[in-house]
């Protein structure tokens, strides 16, 4: 996200919040753009772009340091030659306020981490990161959702968020793949959707701006998606800890066990599985040209998948 917040009016929250008359971005930032067409091409939340810088658990006083989420935004958009992005967010209860910035190639994290290493806690990225930053940028190609049980989630969760923008800050766009789910939220928000019929099917959407996390319709259909909860527990007093799948529809139970069926294994419901531990992401090889790049060792790479992600542009150092 580019610099949003005014940070003049204290004590704010992401549910009343100051913004600016416009988002700020700055040079070589990642833009919504991007992520959108990547969420899009992959059909699922984007991962990769993991920050590894951010103030969390030393969130910044702003009556102290007024400044910090300028300067530190102008810093990067002055001396960063690779892509780079910003996340900011109020912190206890509108207090104090939580940054994180994502910079992608090492001499770049090397000059942040000399300017701000004080303020900003630095974490170095898990191979996971990189292979799923490789996918983002056509260096891999995506896993499937019978290699990703989190991509596996999103493909039967029932529902797909569309861009909202044009709406406003907080409108949302949806639009369903399940009958039964549709069925659920029309009847417990169906009166405060506008329902338009397109191309791409029925589409619900809603200016949610003044909505508490309470009324809040998106927050209700995040957490009852027609894939159900999943979670880890011990499901009985004494058991070994378990990640425990309990499906809400049958349709889905039997994609489950079709699909995944080898890992989760079924109740005697038919409906609720459960595996000793959650399924782990195979390990993945990233390229060396790749890793070069990163480095700041090379100023290109082979993106065979690139042509796969529409809208998606070659990246590079800037010249």
């Not at 810093?75 to 912190?91: I, K, Q, R, V, Y």
């Not at 405060?192 to 701006?209: F, H, K, N, Q, W």
């Amino acid at each position: 996200m580019p610099r949003v917040i005014d940070f003049s009016h204290r004590n704010q929250t992401e549910w009343s919040e100051s913004r600016l008359p416009e988002p700020v971005y700055g040079e070589r930032e990642i833009r919504p753009e991007e992520l959108i067409a990547l969420s899009e091409a992959f059909n699922s939340p984007v991962t990769g772009f993991t920050p590894q810088f951010s103030t969390y658990g030393r969130s910044i006083d702003l009556r102290s340091r007024a400044e910090l989420p300028d300067d530190a935004h102008k810093f990067l958009s002055e001396n960063m030659t690779g892509p780079w992005l910003w996340s900011e967010h109020w912190a206890n209860h509108g207090h104090s306020l939580d940054l994180a910035v994502y910079i992608e190639r090492r001499p770049d994290q090397e000059r942040f981490l000399a300017a701000f290493g004080e303020t900003f806690g630095f974490t170095e990225p898990s191979s996971f990161d990189l292979g799923c930053l490789a996918v983002n940028r056509g260096v891999l190609p995506p896993l499937t959702a019978l290699e990703s049980f989190s991509k596996w989630g999103t493909k039967h969760s029932g529902f797909r968020w569309l861009p909202a923008e044009d709406i406003g800050p907080r409108g949302m766009r949806v639009a369903f793949d399940h009958a039964g789910l549709e069925a659920e939220f029309v009847a417990r928000w169906g009166d405060r959707m506008i329902v338009r019929e397109t191309d791409e099917g029925r589409l619900y959407e809603a200016d949610l701006t003044g909505t508490s996390w309470r009324d809040d319709p998106s927050g209700w259909l995040g957490a009852n998606s027609a894939v159900g909860s999943i979670a880890g527990r011990s499901s009985i007093p004494g058991e070994p800890y378990k990640w425990v799948v309990e499906t809400r529809f049958a349709d889905v139970a039997a994609a489950l066990k079709r699909d995944w069926g080898h890992f989760f294994k079924p109740d005697a419901t038919g409906l609720i599985f459960s595996a000793d531990e959650y399924p782990r992401i195979p390990e993945r090889v990233v390229p060396d040209d790749f890793l070069a790049y990163l480095r700041g060792e090379a100023e290109d790479f082979a993106a065979p998948h690139l042509s796969a992600i529409g809208g998606a542009t070659p990246v590079g150092p800037a010249p």
